[in-house]
Structure formats: structure tokens, C-alpha cells
């Protein structure tokens, strides 16, 4: 994975994530800043978990291991949205948010954009390829998990700097 | 009492004897504070009734109403409290189980007399489809506001654009649904959308919230309280109202439903895959003998998943099935949200529809369906846990 810093999808002002105060996810929000995906996978049973939890949902062993993912998926579900629930969203246009999900990981899913023509069209089952967003000068910094169409496929691509 | 938890029931076991609700108004346009419009709807389901407030010794409600039941019983005087529960889960997802959970204090020998309300304030509080003024989130939302999946719209949409994916389900579906709702409306003075009919063109040209939704999938925020009041069986026919007894309720989820962020297993669904089976069980009854249907509509799609999961069609019908025609009152196969529900009566969160299943069986609703001696309310789908209710006549017993 490259270290480049991608353009956030959205202008700023969106809730910054971070993890509770018990620090139950707080190794998936690390491993994005690194450019690492890690989802839960039970060292007993190798059960796949996500979002995550204190113990294996089928065997009951605590503390699931974080283990490193490939960020790659194919589009489960997908959504054009455009009404702004957020001020910051205002005037910004319609977005696309997709649900991902990561066959080799047993079908854990994940939210994110799909990076873009907005008015692209969007159909489910489609292979797609995580980007890593930084936003190492927010206060507190974070990353994101994007998504993509294959460089090789992709009709739309998204200025990377 | 004893045995499995099937022979255990709540069936015939209590009655609603009473209902009452405030002016509905679009949100921030109440003149009074949440808690004032849930002691108006309070005294207007006593009254209805023909019961004295101070008589009631229970309070139930869901989604974290702030009209709190120990405050409530002191500004009526109640004699005294014996039942304050609140259903855990946000949204509609409670306007049933609050019902059921009222319902159990009273047969388990808890309570006497259960007021069931929802009040909601939206100047006074916040809407729900607004999310700005938040700096860091953790948990679920974390997952999900960061990527602008912000308010419910955004997080509902695909769930059913996979469902509709699934089974081939198209907008003329979910587009039914809306206009059964609004018109049904334009002849209930109580609706907030009273006087503003919606047709195919206008709903065809709305604009998009979260595709697949249009405006009109999309429920109202509005400001008002309702309630009802519930006593036991023997207790039923002492009061002004024809009683209406619950025949059946249940809550809950399936299999990992809850599992953040989107990773439920089955993910195109309204969770009732194991509530709606469980709610028949209770009742003895089936879809085929249920007449009307009121179901939550915070967004059409929800509905539409709701309803296959209560084996009114298989998921591959709802084109055929979902016809405006078949939705209306009195002449539909199954009349639908005769109130107008939460798109264009109010959205009380749901417990406007719980009302409207009362004056179906009592035969007063402004949509009367012919067959109305078994009514389902249907609530909040697509959250967990979601909850569902079967009400009907003496006849039904």
C-alpha cells in the first residue's frame, strides 16, 4: 500500500471517528492510519468478526486477534444519497456510499464511499479495491477506508496527489 | 402457571379500553412541551375510557421517551406506581412492545392499569434527520457518519436496495405504499398531510433523499403525544369504549441481527424473520385472518419487507401484490396504514398506527376496513428489536 495522502471525499466537518472509551476498536482505527485493514479473528475457533466485540460470537473465547485483511471487496449494497443531514454537506451534491463485502474475509461487511463520478452507475456484486484516506491534520487525525473500482476497469478516476 | 413458552400467552388477556392522542403538528410547530403533550394525550385516552387518571398504576413507553413515569404519575396524583418500563432499541421499534410489555405487568400480576404513550417534541429536542453539532463519534455511527451514512435515510437505503436486488422488487412497489398512505389521509382530519393528496406524477418527480427513496418514502418529523390505556380482561367491559384485546404481541430479533456495522446475516430484511412467526403462534392466527394492516413506515422499503416477512406475499409477489388498489379501504385486499401512519398522518413514532388499530376493531377508524375483527400493527422494521401486535374483537376470543 502506498503512503500517498488521498483527497478526502468530503469537504470537512463530518463527526471524526474514534474509538469508545473502553478501546474496543480502537486497533481497526490504529491499522487505518497505517494503512492496514484489521478485522477480528478468533485465535480459537477462526471465526471472522466485524465490527467487533470482546469475545468470539460462536465460540465464546475472549479478545478475538486483529488480523490484517487484503482491502478488497465486491459491492453488496449501494445508495445515491442526496439530502444533506449535515451542514457540511450543503450545496456539496449527491455522493455514493456502498456496502462492501470481503469475501475472504467470509463476507464481513463494510461502509464506505465509492470513489468517483457520483452519477456513476452502481451495480452490486462489482469488485472493488480499498484507498486509504488520511486526515493526519484533523484534530483528533484519522483514516478512512475508501473504495474503488480496479484502476484497470475504472472509467472514473479520482485525482490522487 | 407454568409450561412451555408457547402455552404461556398473553392472548385475551388484556384489553385496550382507551385511546387518545394531541393535535398533531409538523415538527417544531407544537405550542407545548413534550412533557405537556404527553399528559394532554394521557387525560385525552382517560377520558376516552371514561376512567379517572389517578386510577392508573402503570406507565410504558420505548425509544427513551423523556416523559418519564415516576414524573408523570406525580403530576396526574396517581394513587400510586406500580409499573414504569421502558423497551430498550430507538426508533419505532417499540410502539408494540411497549404494548406487550404493559401488557405482561398487568397478567403477571404487576399492575392493574397501564398507560401506554410516546410523546415526541421535535422544536423543543432535535430532529432525528438532522446530525450536525457532533465533533467525535464512537461505536456503530463511527463506522458510518464519517462516509456521510448520517441519519436514518442514509442508513436504511441499503438494506432495501439490497432486498429489491434480491427479489426484483420495483418503485412502483414502494411507491404504492406512500400513496396508500396519503390517501387515506386526505379523509382523517387528524393528518397532518389532511388536504394535500399525493399521486404517481408527484411522486415520480420528488426528489431523491437516498436512492431508492424519494421524498414520499420518507417519513414525516412531527411533534404530538398518543396513548392508550389497558386493563385486564375482567376488568374490560366496565368502561365507556367497546374493548379491543391484545391477541398477540412479540419482539425481538434473529440470529445476530444487531451485528454493527451492517453485518447482520440477513442483511436484505426487516427482522421480523423470527418475530412474525412468534406473534402468529401467540395469536393462533395466521395472515390470511388479518383484515387491516397498520405497519411503520419509516421508509417505504421497510414496509415492503415487512409485510413478506408476515406472509402476506412472498418477497417475489410484492410487484403484483403492492398495487395501490389492493392497499386502500374499504375495497383493497389489505387495506394498509388507514390513518394515513407515519408518512402523511403523523409520524407519532408508530403509536399513531398502534391508535388507529383500536378504532379498526371499534369500527370508528375514517378508512373503515370490512373485515376488522383481527388488526396487525406492525412496528418500526429494519431495526432491532423491532415488535408487532394483534389486536381484535370479543368476537375473536
Known sequence: MSNTTNPSYFPLGLPIPVAEPDGLSAPYWTGLRHNRLLVQRCNHCQTWQFGPEWLCHRCHAFDPKWTEVEPRGRIFSWERVWHPSHTSLRNHGPYIAVLVELPHADGVRMVGNLLGDPMQAVVIGTEVEGVFEHHRDSDPPYSLLQWRMPLKTAHFERSVT | MGGTRTSRTLRGRVAVVGIGETEYYRHGASPDPEFKLALKAILSACQDAGLDP?????????????????????????????????????????????????????????????????????????????????????????????????????????RVRRFMHEHGVRQEAMRAIALASYHHAQVNPRAVMYGKPLDAAKYDASRWIAEPFHLYDCCMENDGAAALVLVSEERAKEFRQKPVYVLGAAFGSGYRTGAIPHNSPLYGSASFDTVAPDLYRMAGLGPSDVGVVQCYENFTGGVVMALAEHGFFKPEEANDFLTLENLLAPSGRLPLNTSGGNLAECYMHGFELVLEAVRQVRGTSTNQAPRNDVALVIGGPMVTPVSNLLLGSDATL
Not at chain 2, 414524573?71 to 406487550?100: I, K, P
Not at chain 2, 430532529?127 to 457518519?145: C, H, N, P, V
Open chain 2, 54 to 158: 389517578r386510577e392508573i398504576d402503570g406507565f410504558a413507553s420505548y425509544s427513551d421517551d423523556r416523559s418519564e413515569a415516576s414524573r408523570l404519575a406525580a403530576a396526574l396524583g396517581t394513587h400510586r406506581l406500580r409499573a414504569a418500563t421502558m423497551q430498550w432499541g430507538g426508533g419505532g421499534g417499540g410502539c408494540c412492545a411497549a404494548v406487550a410489555n404493559a401488557a405482561a405487568s398487568i397478567v403477571a400480576g404487576l399492575a392493574d392499569c397501564v398507560v401506554v404513550f410516546r410523546s415526541l417534541n421535535q422544536g423543543q429536542y432535535g430532529r432525528f434527520g438532522q446530525t450536525t453539532g457532533i465533533d467525535t463519534i464512537s461505536g456503530e455511527k463511527a463506522y458510518l457518519m464519517p462516509y456521510g451514512v448520517l441519519a436514518p435515510p442514509q442508513r436504511f437505503a441499503m
